[in-house]
């Protein structure tokens, strides 16, 4: 479906227990200028009071005289974040995806500026980033979030094509991460495309965004999830190897196994029980700067657990303070 103006896009909003922040959420969703747009959220078996306040606000909005169509899903039990994101796939009939968490907020013009790049692009750009500002939990700003690229990925803040859904069809493991598997999806499929735009309010310390004060859990548990979400790459590569070069096919066979050696080293070096096993760890990995914040990081990984947690902490509380004060000045 598309008008003269353009393609009809799916601005995809996912929910889970997050009753704080869902509202505000949808107060983003429903303010995008762009049109011929569609509206699909999706709860994830949530057991707080996220769904009342998403069909409250919901049929508000229905009475607005400039209301899209919003398509409303509720899982009844729980698919996990990969799980919830498919299921948004699986309703949305837009040519472009627009991802969005339920604890993050969008700028009214976030779509207009994606779909405007997009087609100054020439539309082909399989995965559309944009820049944002970090938040905190309360909504305190936290300064300019990193560039987000199909690499470095944040889903909430990246656009894909539905070719990424349409051409690869389901995953055999719904627990895995999301915004990374779709992002080597659409790589596979062409370009990526990197806007500067902060249009997203990008929420830390919520959900998986959980690193204000806990460095060493969530970056175990992320690289765990990339060890498998990569077994599903390489499915997902011999799905479409009749449709790339023998050369592309060859170079992402490389590039899945460089990621995979990687991923196995940092695991080791943020998850082994004893010192030889975190040495060879981090002695798989590449050098870095002597003064620097991954070298400090390393290290504390490589003390004992009690000491390297300890510095890990201090970590936390010196980027905590340089975001706030990065926010308070605008930066």
Sequence with gaps: ??????????????????ERYVGEALEGAFAQTYRPLEIVISDDASTDRSWEIITEAVAEYRRRPDAVEVVLNRNMSRRCVLGNWMTLCSLAKGRLLVKADGDDVSLPERVTRVVAAWQANGRRATVISNGGMMIGPRGQRMGRMWQVNATWVAGSVMTFDRA?????????HPEILDDELFARRALMLGPELVLPD??????????????????????????KELLVALEQSREDLEVIKGRISEKDYVAWLS???ADRARAEAEVMLMDGRTFAVRRAGCRRLRRVPLFSVRK???CAFLLPRPLGDGLLFCYAVVRYAVRRLKGVLGR
């Design 164 to 172: 990424t859904f349409d051409m690869f069809g389901d995953v055999k």
């Design 1 to 18: 479906m598309a008008s003269a103006e353009g393609p009809l896009v799916s601005f995809c909003v996912m929910c889970c227990n997050q």
């Design 296 to 298: 400090f990081l390393r």
């Design 255 to 257: 590039r899945l196994d």
């Design 198 to 223: 902060r249009l997203v309010k990008y929420r830390l310390g919520t959900g998986r965004s959980n690193s204000l004060w806990r460095v060493r859990r969530p970056l175990c548990k992320a690289r």
